[in-house]
DNA sequence: CCTAAAAATGTTATGTTATTACATATCAAT
DNA sequence: ATTGATATGTAATAACATAACATTTTTAGG
């Protein structure tokens, strides 16, 4: 019963991936998800690659550019081009995503202002998380 | 007679890379500035990366995590943790770096506000330029 | 149901980005 | 000159990502 759009039902790979993701406590790398999933019979990155590309493109999934790594979305999945902020612990590895209107709308005023058409934002906070301080 | 912050002399890998960074008319990645180089003795990439290294310690270059590649500071030369904003051009590869005020000290209350000690900062927009529209 | 098109998967090889490890050279301060 | 710190040279390897092609599964029409 949810509220949001739906989203399709998730082949056999992509839902590996995803509970993989959903489990990890941290952002995990294209190639550690290859390992967790070798006793399933994984045998190649682009298994995991191409699972990776329909969870983004569903916004169940993001990726986090300055880690190279994935995270589960942890809202109730994003809108494609919806902009998110990601705080990432250096620490812990911890990483939460936040949904901030305010951020969002901040920078599409700043593309506005230079006439630049925006597709996509990449917003990743580096730092230490209240827990580990 | 510069009001910044004094910035240590460049060694010579390091004035090489720097140098075709600033003539670049779009982001390099390591292995780009690597073939540039091969005719002033570059071998091998570490010696791009530790030139990076050192300039983006210094605030000279920046790292594009979303294209895994370098462009040099288009200011006098950023604050080690200022955080900057970049607008990528999808059609044309061109890149602006923005300082914005407003935008830094709108992540700062972000993190504040969740008791998150902010480090570092990686703000990417993707999309089409001005002159691409 | 049958069939054709589209989407997903399997597999191998390759391309691209970044670091480890260790040797050598240069520089700066005693 | 001696020493310690920084920078450089080089080879090997690790880590991240895609190309190309074959096969299977799913979907939608007839
Ligand atoms: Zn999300
Ligand atoms: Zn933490
Ligand atoms: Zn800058
Ligand atoms: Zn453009």
Redesign the pocket.
Same mark, same amino acid.
């Given at each position: 019963m949810s509220s949001h759009a739906h989203h399709p039902?998730l082949?056999? @790979?992509?839902k590996l991936v995803q509970d993989v993701l959903v489990s990890a406590c941290a952002p995990l790398?294209?190639?550690s998800i290859l390992d967790v999933l070798r006793d399933q019979?994984f045998?190649?990155?682009?298994?995991v690659?191409?699972?990776l590309d329909?969870l983004m493109e569903f916004g169940l999934v993001h990726k986090l550019e300055s880690l @190279?790594a994935f995270v589960a979305c942890t809202h109730d999945a994003c809108e494609a081009n919806e902009p998110a902020a990601f705080m990432i612990c250096e620490e812990c590895e911890s990483v939460s995503e936040l949904g901030d209107t305010r951020l969002a709308s901040h920078l599409g005023k700043l593309a506005d202002h230079e006439n630049f058409a925006l597709k996509h934002t990449t917003v990743e906070l580096h730092g230490r998380c209240k827990n580990c301080s």
């Amino acid at each position: 019963m949810s509220s949001h759009a739906h989203h399709p039902v998730l082949k056999k @790979n992509q839902k590996l991936v995803q509970d993989v993701l959903v489990s990890a406590c941290a952002p995990l790398s294209a190639y550690s998800i290859l390992d967790v999933l070798r006793d399933q019979g994984f045998r190649a990155p682009l298994q995991v690659y191409r699972a990776l590309d329909k969870l983004m493109e569903f916004g169940l999934v993001h990726k986090l550019e300055s880690l @190279n790594a994935f995270v589960a979305c942890t809202h109730d999945a994003c809108e494609a081009n919806e902009p998110a902020a990601f705080m990432i612990c250096e620490e812990c590895e911890s990483v939460s995503e936040l949904g901030d209107t305010r951020l969002a709308s901040h920078l599409g005023k700043l593309a506005d202002h230079e006439n630049f058409a925006l597709k996509h934002t990449t917003v990743e906070l580096h730092g230490r998380c209240k827990n580990c301080s």
